[in-house]
């Protein structure tokens, strides 16, 4: 008999060191997969990093090209400022570049590459100025409209192009290693936790068995059988758990949007709550109010709230309201917390990701007397919020990237990049509808904000800079959502006008002269005086089936229009 008790207590032990074991597993995991997460981060902050430097070098270039052809038509030296300038940012931003990539070989040929044909490019702009400057205007003209010109920029673009293409490439193969790690993390941590519930029942069993053979150690037995019971519906619980959030993960990574990561949330975080009521607010901008995104329950919330109404935005910690209404709770729960019963509590949690706040879950939930399962409850409550926040985080960081490499930073309209590739596509179309009959037809208007340098030397670049974002207001305003406003380099703007006629054109050029026209900037509280622009504007197919004839023509009758007095607006001769 007392063999047998032993054996019995020896197997008992080695079940308990082997459920402990897998426990530890199981949080080591966890945190693996939470550093993981963090890893893809880095990888997406990298690749803004290189992105960034690869437009500012496309830009710079493409503002050296605009200075020198405005130069080459008008023959004012003013004109040739934005070339140096440019020229000087180009190294600035060819050594951001060299740093973002000095741990990766691969792309130092791509590197050379970039600086060989950015040299060419240069050499041709220098070569075109020097003969300008000489008096040889005629060569001048004909070295730009030379096909070598065309070919050097077609080659800075090939280059930069080749080196985004591998950038995005090592970053997604990047994220698509971390993800599979992850989700094979969580396929150990379920196996886990599984290995956890079998243990604990062989726990039960061993335990039952031993209460039948000892009468006398019958209560003992009763109580560990109870204890193992909760453990093993705690197991049970966290399985589940844990399993919902690792569907909801996988879902989370692969959302377009918020709005879409949104619609997951409403379906699969009600459950991961485990709340009778609540709500989940959601904030566009660090000072912005936070809306409500979704409702569950029987309780209603009010719609949005800034963050100073909430403790737990405030405090970056979970905050339980007092059963009172007062100065302790929060101002957006002052009705709500009014109708809740003693049985109830309400509870705001901040959503949060990198140490920015990204919304607030408020949560009404039956009160726990058991101490050790309330904690559970709210353990479970952080541990889900934590990974849901990691994930909109990452989500908010690729639409960030995304909106940077197609805006320009300072007007918020569109790049030069992203014309150059819509406009492409436009014309295209364009080709295919006129082929059918049903196009009414498509213009460029190219955009100059007249005296420009005026405002900078007189009021500083602040003062230049409001300039710019005043008209891109106007711009953004008077444009139709399949038209393309953009910035195209320094003061000047460009607007890809989609089936549109001739004389419709005409009309909407006039309208953005005038709405500029009527802009009022006050500084110190005096006016910086009148803000004009002149505009070339050229239509598809009179003066040309391709986007670099209309770029010409409309460049031309921009310049035309500066000639004849600026504050007007000519079609292309």
Request: some cysteine; glycine content about 6%.
């Amino acid at each position: 008999m007392t063999n047998q008790n032993n054996r019995v207590r020896s197997l008992t032990t080695t079940l308990w060191v082997l459920l402990i074991v897998s426990i530890f597993t199981s949080a080591v995991l966890t945190q693996r997969s939470l550093a993981r997460l963090a890893d893809s981060r880095e990888v997406v902050a990298h690749s803004l990093i290189v992105n960034k430097a690869l437009t500012d070098l496309r830009t710079q270039v493409l503002d050296a090209e605009t200075s020198q052809r405005g130069f080459l038509l008008s023959g004012r030296a003013p004109y040739l400022q934005p070339y140096y300038t440019a020229l000087s940012q180009m190294r600035q931003s060819r050594g951001d570049l060299g740093i973002a990539l000095s741990q990766d070989p691969a792309t130092v040929s791509q590197l050379e590459g970039l600086d060989k044909a950015i040299a060419a490019k240069l050499q041709d702009l220098d070569r075109a100025l020097s003969l300008k400057s000489e008096g040889r205007s005629t060569q001048s003209a004909e070295s730009v409209l030379a096909d070598s010109a065309n070919q050097t920029m077609n080659a800075v673009r090939v280059a930069l192009r080749g080196l985004e293409t591998d950038q995005v490439v090592r970053t997604n193969l990047s994220q698509a290693g971390i993800k599979r790690e992850i989700e094979n993390y969580y396929l150990v941590l379920g196996a886990s936790i599984a290995a956890n519930l079998i243990l604990l029942v062989g726990l039960v069993l061993r335990f039952r068995n031993a209460a039948i053979q000892s009468d006398a150690s019958q209560r003992e037995l009763d109580d560990r059988n109870n204890e193992l019971s909760r453990l093993l519906a705690t197991a049970a619980r966290r399985n589940a758990h844990v399993q919902g959030l690792s569907e909801l993960n996988r879902f989370l990574q692969s959302c377009a949007d918020q709005a879409e990561a949104a619609g997951l949330l409403k379906q699969h975080l009600p459950p991961l709550m485990g709340a009778t009521s609540g709500a989940l607010y959601l904030a566009d901008a660090v000072s912005e109010p936070l809306r409500q995104a979704f409702i569950w329950g029987e309780k209603l919330f009010i719609d949005s709230f800034g963050p100073e109404e909430c403790w737990a935005a405030r405090l970056r910690q979970p905050f339980l309201q007092p059963f009172k209404t007062g100065s302790a709770s929060c101002a957006h729960l002052q009705s709500a917390c009014a109708s809740v019963t003693h049985d109830h509590h309400i509870q705001c949690l901040p959503l949060m990701a990198y140490g920015e706040l990204l919304g607030i879950v408020v949560l009404e939930a039956d009160k726990v007397s058991d101490s050790q399962e309330s904690l559970e409850i709210e353990g479970n409550r952080r541990f889900a919020l934590e990974q849901v926040g990691l994930s909109i985080g990452n989500l908010k960081l690729r639409e960030s990237l995304r909106q940077a490499s197609i805006r320009d930073v300072l007007t918020g309209l569109f790049n030069r990049r992203y014309f150059d590739e819509s406009s492409q596509r436009e014309l295209l179309r364009a080709v295919r509808q006129q082929a059918k009959g049903d196009y009414a037809g498509l213009a460029l208007m190219m955009i100059d904000i007249d005296h420009f340098k005026r405002f900078n030397d007189e009021h500083g670049h602040e003062v230049g800079d409001q300039v710019l974002r005043e008209v891109a207001q106007v711009l953004q305003a008077q444009t139709r959502g399949s038209d393309v406003a953009a910035r195209y380099g320094g003061e000047e703007f460009i607007i890809l006008l989609a089936d549109i006629t001739d004389k419709l054109a005409m009309e909407r050029a006039e309208r953005v002269r005038m709405a500029v026209e009527q802009l009022v900037l006050h500084v110190d509280g005096k006016s910086v005086g009148s803000i004009t622009v002149s505009i070339g504007l050229a239509q598809f197919p009179a003066y040309g089936t391709k986007i670099e004839s209309l770029l010409l023509a409309s460049d031309k009758a921009l310049y035309e229009a500066k000639s004849a007095g600026r504050n007007r607006v000519l079609q292309g001769t």
